[in-house]
């Protein structure tokens, strides 16, 4: 027979162990120490092949996980915050959001998503605020490049970033400032050596075969994130394939005569109706960008994201959770969307309804989706080249730095039937 004390010290056990089933990632604004690295413990959990419940709209978007002492231990040491809560408390959280009157889901995460990161070689995390943010959440990564792409590699991927690439074969149109520039001149000849390797002539044709591949890639299933020129510089190489859009600085020989009227608008995914920028010594590519023509001052430049059907809408809410609305806005070389460019079919979830921009979108090409954000760093204003990193310890509950993570959690969703 166990003595009294021991006795009563294993009631003790089972009764904790009975009360504390389930761990809480709070996300709201006061309940999270950080909010960024909250998505990394998630992620690392899913690897550990833990199930996850993304409990929209609650408390800022918050993650409930199992109790287990790993999962506490991993928090602990990234400095997550975290509440344990019992099996009564877990269920009348989930019972409060299943209600009919609250504008709340839960969607499960069942597997973590594998994440290639389309960049070119040499680049650091630093380079690119998803490299960054991945790299401070600690969710791993696969770097691959125009090769791996043109080779199927991205078979091997749920999740694809776009690193700020030019698709349209104009070098980013860095010409009229930096043609003299060492690391543009060097830019250049690696871009040709890897087109020439590669079987192409041109480096235009080689990047229209790659975003090719992306599209190819969107359409049987994949999830595609893209920000500041990646965007429309995408967008703008599948509307001009077959035409050449480059001058002869740039590819050696001229552009096709008229061929503003060659564009095809049926073939992009996201623009349309957009007016390509002729001039080489522009540091444009298409009047979709706002950036030469924003009349707002940078202490009040923010967008605002929308609100959407928890419960109809889970996709487009999982891509908004955040612990605020109103998000600061940031510069880029395509800084934001034109509002009247973005197609009829593409939701716009945070827009600048002032400067008639739209900042944040998604839509579905196929099988896939893809989600567009613009500008270049949330925590960097106006970033310019050679510019020093952005430190994200400094910046551990950043609203804007958010809306990337979620774009990284949410193809983890999407074995669920999803209604939108």
């Not at 700020?164 to 000849?189: C, L, S, V």
């Not at 992306?214 to 510089?233: E, H, K, L, N, Q």
């Not at 005569?257 to 010594?281: G, V």
């Not at 309804?353 to 500008?375: L, S, V």
Request: aromatic fraction near 12%; glycine fraction near 6%; proline fraction near 5%.
């Amino acid at each position: 027979m166990l003595p009294k004390k021991l006795t009563i010290f294993f009631v003790f056990l089972f009764v904790t162990a009975a009360k504390a089933s389930m761990i809480l990632l709070p996300m709201d604004e006061t309940g999270q120490q950080n909010h960024l690295k909250a998505y990394g413990i998630t992620y690392w959990a899913l690897d550990k092949q833990y199930k996850a419940n993304w409990l929209l709209n609650y408390r800022g978007g918050s993650f409930l996980l199992p109790d287990a002492e790993e999962i506490r231990r991993e928090c602990q040491i990234r400095g997550v915050s975290f509440e344990i809560l019992s099996d009564g408390e877990a269920n009348s959280i989930l019972d409060e959001i299943s209600s009919p009157s609250q504008n709340m889901e839960n969607v499960v995460l069942e597997k973590a998503p594998k994440i290639a990161v389309y960049t070119p070689t040499g680049k650091q995390p630093w380079d690119d605020a998803v490299t960054l943010v991945l790299t401070y959440a600690e969710i791993p990564y696969t770097t691959i490049y125009d090769t791996e792409v043109l080779n199927d590699g991205l078979l091997l991927y749920d999740w694809l970033h776009l690193h700020h690439e030019d698709f349209t074969g104009q070098y980013g149109k860095f010409f009229g400032a930096y043609r003299n520039a060492p690391w543009y001149i060097e830019q250049k000849k690696e871009a040709e050596e890897l087109a020439a390797s590669l079987g192409y002539n041109k480096v235009s044709d080689e990047k229209l075969a790659v975003a090719l591949k992306i599209r190819d890639f969107v359409i049987g299933g994949g999830f595609m994130f893209a920000m500041c020129s990646a965007t429309d510089s995408f967008d703008i190489a599948l509307s001009a394939e077959g035409v050449d859009i480059c001058e002869p600085m740039f590819d050696g020989d001229p552009s096709s005569p008229n061929y503003q009227s060659k564009i095809d608008y049926n073939s992009t995914f996201a623009f349309k109706d957009f007016i390509l920028e002729r001039n080489p010594m522009q540091y444009e590519f298409s009047d979709i960008d706002t950036t030469n023509d924003r009349k707002i001052l940078p202490d009040v430049d923010y967008f605002t994201l929308m609100e959407y059907s928890a419960k109809w809408d889970p996709i487009p809410t999982m891509l908004c959770q955040n612990h605020t609305q109103l998000v600061k806005g940031f510069m880029g070389q395509t800084t934001a969307f034109r509002g009247n460019l973005v197609k009829s079919n593409i939701l716009v979830m945070g827009e600048n309804k002032q400067n008639g921009e739209a900042r944040y979108i998604h839509g579905t090409k196929g099988k896939g989706m893809f989600t567009f954000y613009g500008g270049h760093d949330p925590e960097d204003y106006q970033h310019r080249v050679g510019d020093a990193p952005t430190v994200l310890d400094l910046h551990p509950n950043s609203p804007g730095y958010r809306l990337i993570l979620n774009n990284v959690l949410f193809p983890a969703a999407r074995k669920k039937k999803l209604k939108t």
